[in-house]
Each structure stands twice: as structure tokens, then as C-alpha cells.
């Protein structure tokens, strides 16, 4: 999937993202880089922990373990732009 689309999608607000991880297993996690999010449950200190490891992958804050992902943007298969309600 285009990096480009991905990192807007992101930047916007939550998505439920699609992909193979290296190991071959199929992974749906559920993640934004929306900066109010982020700033919410860390607070503005810690948006510094984005930083992206590698231009080949996009690092994302997984919501619901809390934590920072990452991901290659070719392994991806789906990504949804998640409606709050």
C-alpha cells in the first residue's frame, strides 16, 4: 500500500490496519499517529518515541496495547479509517 496514503490516513485519526509480519502471521491492529491522541495518553513529552526507526517502515501508536508498533508499508493489505461514533 502507498506509504504516502498510509501516513495521511494516520494523521488523521484511527485505523484498522491490515498486514503480514515478517514471521508470516496476519495482523489486524488498530492505530493512529494523530497528534491529540497521542498527546492524551502520553502527553506532548513522549510524541518524541515516534521516531521512525527505518524509512522502509511507518511507527505507529498501537491503542490497544498502548505501545509503538511498526509495520512495512508493502505488507499491508487493508486499511480502514475508523468512524467514532
Known amino acids: 500500500m502507498d506509504r ?3 501516513l495521511n490516513m494516520l494523521h488523521d485519526g484511527e485505523c484498522e490496519i491490515t498486514f503480514t ?3 508470516g502471521e496476519r495482523r489486524v491492529m488498530r492505530c493512529t499517529l494523530e497528534f491529540a491522541t497521542i498527546t492524551a ?3 506532548l513529552d513522549d ?3 515516534n521516531n521512525q ?3 522502509k517502515v511507518i511507527t ?3 491503542l490497544d496495547k498502548d505501545e509503538w508498533r511498526c509495520f512495512k508499508p508493502e ?3 487493508t486499511c480502514e479509517a475508523m ?3
Open 60 to 62: 505507529v501508536l498501537d
Open 53 to 55: 526507526r527505518s524509512p
Open 21 to 23: 509480519k515478517v514471521n
Open 83 to 85: 468512524i467514532l461514533a
Open 4 to 6: 504516502t496514503l498510509l
Open 47 to 49: 510524541t518524541g518515541n
Open 41 to 43: 495518553r502520553f502527553g
Open 75 to 77: 505488507t499491508v493489505t
